[in-house]
């Protein structure tokens, strides 16, 4: 990527940057508050800002004080209280309020304004990684509720099977129906709607999302030329296209901070920008021709990733850049930057509570402000120019964005500053011989395919730092989430550039980053003493999923059950206790957030069968996890009530189900979660009944049965779900729980009320979400049991 710069080989010894021109920034910072306040406080808050603006003007005006620049803040504040009161009171006072606040029945006819975004939730029936829901923000053109119609605008949110409508472009109308909810924040968002159905009377998408469609088809069928996760990961890459990423890759490029490189942003438009720039400096062509064609570029690449209003917003960032380089001098970068996020927020308020938008403009800010003197500093001491820039750009950016990413998600992500470092010789080459890939997909498939093999090297690259980095165990460190966590982080990150300018200052620095890691290192990264001796079973910290491990007395040798929702964390789990086989793994039942892992499990390991039970539905779940075993040699058994099977240190015996009920297609998946194969286990720590996802249907049979149901130790069924009876909890009668749950899991479990009183009646209770993978640890039987925690638990899903 190359960097606005005067000269293309600047005298490094001579050079010394002017200062910033910041007499914009007031302006677009009064701007950016005033509206955030009015969302958030309502319209009274806009009036009460718009009076003050005025009064502080003339103020000014009259004491000549300061009036250049403070009626310049002054008369942009006024214009935002004035445009975010019009938008609020629009909100306020909207027909839809009202049915959405009791929840009325509706009919809407809308335009999609943006690609909708996919809630994706491994369990009851759903295809690993596939969303059952999606997210359609959309613009209202007409309501109808009841025997009463409005044609009105407004922005609204539909909630909608992903199945019909994940298939929708912007700039189509629609029409759905379903019931009317409150929307879930104040972002201007008039209400949502949870659609019933398919969409209705879909009309054509505008031309140009035909041309783009094309072209991403091309790209996607060129990229079939690569295994399927590089292969799935280039067209995310390049323009955003996300539909054959792997679930696995997905999962490791959030662990490792750098899933913002699946999303299109102003570094994919730099990444074009800068291609054509290097190629036109090298042609020596004119620095108003080089830009003119550069802002060609970006927007024929606009086009291509689908002018929706996020790829649109990080072209305005990306102008900014390119605005610099036609003026000739990057001193004008910061005012075009405050110039551009003052147009968008007046023209739509909404972004100023937008995370994306934030992001945006403080990875632009760094990389107009920060990287060129880094890349510079970095050019004295020796680094090739190229070098530095692609090390400044990427460090810039993540150390502007950290703080408003820790208060988002609450966690700080150390790996993430060495994984994105990794992934920055592969992201330019990659996104480009993408673009390219699409471009020249409508001339054949040769041309599109070349550009895609001579990608896969880079795309393997990205996918193997990806993997090698989530699989860091304490790589995610909590943080405090919201305003405090941000601004604690903003603080730190100030300090650090002000007191790092200073030799000695750097040096004090760069001690307690020593010590920081002298202390986390051995705590976080490689805790000591894990996996513990003698361990017996370990819960293994899977997310919102089960894999339980248990110890046969062979050395290297386990019973895993259930493999848990990706493949990448039971792998890393396995790992970690140095699973080298497989006696047999037992898949309690068919649910993705049981059975999805089951890829990792096998991966690399001798495995002695994959054994399910008699509920044998989804039967696309059956299919994927008998065509799993099968590739790699691995038979599939059944397993019934009755069954017993033993190994030196470990006896199981399968209590249910016993009376499986029928499962209908379409259903909630109660059914198949009352089938999980239900067992009891004998270890040298004690008895453990590992029950699925059981619920309380399938819990009144085992009572029923009369069967010894007493174990010392409880996996929680289904993840601590409140569908779980007080008497079958008061006849497992267990002195410790374990509870497999990931962490931020919208389904809210484990429910509280039924912890709370597990822990009142005695029973030492431990959470994967909090505790990370835990292990029960063999003891004599009279004494009490031993639990350990390895700690760093998997972060929440962004």
Same mark, same amino acid.
């Given at each position: 990527?190359?960097?606005?710069a ?14 910033p021109?910041?007499r914009?920034?007031?302006a ?7 509206v ?14 718009l009076?003050?603006c ?30 975010v ?15 959405a606040?009791?929840?009325?029945? %509706? ?17 009851y029936?759903?295809?690993p990684?596939?969303?059952? @829901? ?7 053109l007409?309501?109808?509720v ?25 700039? @189509? ?24 159905g ?5 009309s ?6 035909? %041309? ?7 790209l ?9 996760a ?53 042609l ?17 690449f ?15 960032m ?39 938008f ?8 760094a ?42 998600n609450?966690e ?21 011989l ?14 599109? @395919? ?84 003698g ?6 910290d899977?997310? @919102? ?11 290297g ?16 789990c ?13 898949l ?60 030196p ?11 499986p009920?029928?499962?209908?297609d ?9 089938g ?7 270890t ?15 819990q ?10 007493? %174990? ?19 006849a ?28 009142? %009646? ?26 350990v ?10």
């Amino acid at each position: 990527m190359t960097l606005p710069a005067r000269s293309p080989t600047p005298d490094l010894d001579q050079a010394q940057p002017r200062p910033p021109d910041l007499r914009l920034v007031p302006a677009a910072v009064a701007v950016w508050a005033v509206v955030l306040l009015g969302i958030g406080l309502g319209p009274v808050a806009g009036v009460a800002v718009l009076v003050a603006c005025a009064l502080l003007a003339g103020v000014s005006v009259v004491r000549r004080r300061g009036a250049a620049w403070v009626l310049a803040a002054g008369g942009c504040a006024g214009a935002a209280a004035l445009v975010v009161t019009a938008h609020t009171l629009l909100v306020d006072r909207h027909p839809l309020r009202t049915p959405a606040e009791r929840g009325a029945a %509706a009919s809407v006819r809308v335009v999609v304004a943006d690609d909708p975004r996919p809630l994706r939730s491994p369990g009851y029936g759903a295809r690993p990684g596939e969303a059952s @829901q999606v997210l359609v923000p959309a613009e209202l053109l007409r309501a109808d509720v009841g025997d009463s119609g409005w044609a009105a605008g407004g922005r609204v949110l539909l909630i909608a099977p992903a199945e019909e409508w994940a298939a929708l472009l912007p700039g @189509q109308a629609v029409t759905g129906h379903g019931l009317l909810a409150p929307a879930g924040r104040r972002d201007l968002t008039v209400a949502a709607l949870r659609v019933r159905g398919p969409p209705e009377e879909v009309s054509a998408p505008p031309w140009w999302q035909h %041309a783009a469609g094309g072209l991403r088809a091309g790209l996607r069928e060129a990229a079939q030329v690569l295994p399927p996760a590089p292969g799935g990961l280039l067209p995310g890459l390049a323009v955003g296209d996300t539909s054959l990423l792997t679930a696995e890759v997905e999962a490791d490029f959030r662990a490792a901070g750098l899933s913002h490189l699946l999303a299109v942003s102003g570094a994919n438009l730099a990444i074009v920008a800068g291609a054509v720039l290097a190629l036109l400096r090298l042609l020596r062509a004119d620095p108003r021709l080089t830009a003119a064609v550069s802002a060609a570029a970006v927007l024929g690449f606009v086009v291509l990733a689908r002018p929706s209003p996020s790829v649109v917003r990080a072209a305005a960032m990306a102008a900014v850049v390119l605005l610099a380089l036609a003026m000739g001098r990057g001193r004008s970068a910061v005012p075009a930057l405050a110039a551009v996020v003052l147009v968008l927020l007046l023209a739509d308020p909404a972004l100023a509570v937008d995370p994306g938008f934030a992001l945006s403009v403080l990875a632009t800010a760094a990389l107009v402000l920060l990287a060129p003197g880094w890349s510079v500093a970095l050019q004295r001491r020796g680094v090739p120019r190229w070098m530095a820039e692609a090390l400044a750009v990427p460090a810039a950016a993540f150390l502007a964005t950290a703080p408003l990413v820790a208060g988002l998600n609450g966690e700080v992500s150390p790996v993430a500053v060495a994984a994105n470092l990794l992934a920055v010789p592969a992201v330019a080459p990659a996104t480009v011989l993408g673009v390219l890939a699409a471009v020249l997909s409508p001339l054949g498939a040769l041309p599109a @395919q070349v550009c895609a093999w001579a990608a896969g090297p880079a795309v393997g690259w990205l996918v193997l730092v990806a993997d090698r980095s989530a699989a860091v165990p304490g790589a995610v460190l909590g943080w405090p989430d919201g305003l405090p966590g941000a601004v604690l982080l903003g603080l730190l990150v100030l300090g650090l550039l002000w007191f790092g300018r200073s030799p000695r200052w750097r040096a004090l620095l760069v001690a307690v980053a020593l010590g920081l890691a002298l202390v986390l290192v051995p705590t976080r990264i490689v805790p000591p003493g894990w996996p513990p001796p003698g361990w017996a079973v370990v819960a293994c910290d899977v997310g @919102q999923g089960d894999a339980i491990v248990l110890a046969t007395g062979r050395p290297g040798w386990v019973v895993l059950v259930d493999a848990g929702p990706d493949a990448g964390p039971v792998d890393a789990c396995l790992d970690r206790l140095g699973v080298q086989g497989i006696a047999l793994l037992v898949l309690s039942h068919l649910h993705a957030d049981h059975v999805a892992g089951l890829e990792g499990a096998l991966r690399g390991r001798a495995v002695g069968g994959v054994a399910v039970g008699p509920v044998r539905e989804p039967g696309w779940a059956l299919r994927d996890v008998a065509d799993t075993a099968a590739g790699v040699g691995v038979p599939l058994v059944a397993l019934a009530a009755g069954r017993r099977l033993t190994w030196p240190a470990l006896a199981i015996d399968v209590l249910g189900p016993l009376h499986p009920a029928a499962f209908v297609d379409g259903e909630d998946g109660t059914a198949v979660n009352d089938g999980s194969l239900v067992l009891r286990a004998r270890t040298p720590a004690g008895t453990v009944l590992l029950t699925g996802d059981v619920e309380l249907a399938a819990q009144a049979d085992l009572l029923s049965s009369g069967a010894d149901l007493r %174990a010392d130790v409880l996996k929680m069924p289904h993840h601590g779900s409140r569908y779980t009876s007080v008497e079958f909890l008061n006849a497992v009668s267990p002195r410790a729980v374990l509870v497999s749950v990931g962490a931020g899991n919208r389904y809210r479990h484990p429910d509280p009320g039924l912890i709370g009183g597990l822990e009142r %009646a005695g029973a030492a209770v431990r959470r994967t979400d909090t505790a990370g993978d835990i292990a029960l640890v063999g003891r004599p039987v009279d004494e009490d049991l031993q639990l350990v925690s390895r700690g760093s638990p998997l972060p929440a899903p962004r």
